[in-house]
């Protein structure tokens, strides 16, 4: 049960550092920052030119091209994976020296990133901090709880993600 519990609490905070929107107790998440550099694919699916004009955006902003990294939603990236690159014995997306890349960088997948957005970064441009350790509640006994033997696990995670360079991160979207 405790590793269930992590896990869901683990991929809420991913959302929230991905996609938050900044309110509601949410941190304002990489998808949102007002200094990321972005793209516009033509389609759903970006091609392996409008990934590569991502690398260039980045690569213009001064970026070390070495510590980029892909992220996006799995079923974008089976998508690209199925996409072949002009010539057609490569595809987007291949497995490559132990890991999934595109463009020779890494390509990681959480349904956390929308469908559709891709970003692509420099993670060590990321800091997540954690005020402190989370907070285990349970409740067994309000609004009646302890009549039909219901109990709430609530879990206060107080963390927030900072950017030290806004153009560190591109994302690109239809």
């Known amino acids: ?28 998440g990489l998808l949102n920052l007002p200094g990321k550099l972005t793209a516009t694919f ?16 980045l ?27 002009a010539g057609g014995s490569v595809f987007c997306v291949e497995w490559q020296d132990g890991q999934w890349r595109c463009l020779g960088i890494p390509v990681h997948a959480t349904s956390n990133c929308p469908e ?27 609004n009646g709880k302890s009549i039909s033997g219901a109990t709430e696990i609530n879990i206060l995670n107080f963390a927030d993600v900072v950017v030290t360079n806004e153009s560190s991160i591109a994302v690109g979207s239809a």
């Open 1 to 28: 049960m405790l590793a269930e519990i992590g896990r869901a609490v683990g991929n809420l905070i991913e959302a929230g550092f991905i996609s938050g929107s900044g309110t509601n107790s949410e941190p304002l």
């Open 59 to 85: 690569a213009v902003a001064n970026n070390d091209i070495s510590r980029l990294s892909f992220v996006m939603h799995p079923r974008t990236m089976k998508a690209l994976m199925l996409t072949a690159v």
């Open 42 to 57: 033509a389609g759903a699916t970006p091609t392996f030119a409008e990934l590569a004009g991502m690398l260039e955006l």
């Open 116 to 142: 559709g957005k891709i970003l692509l970064a420099d993670f060590s441009a990321v800091k997540l901090i954690y005020f402190g350790a989370a907070q285990i509640v349970i409740d067994g006994y309000s």
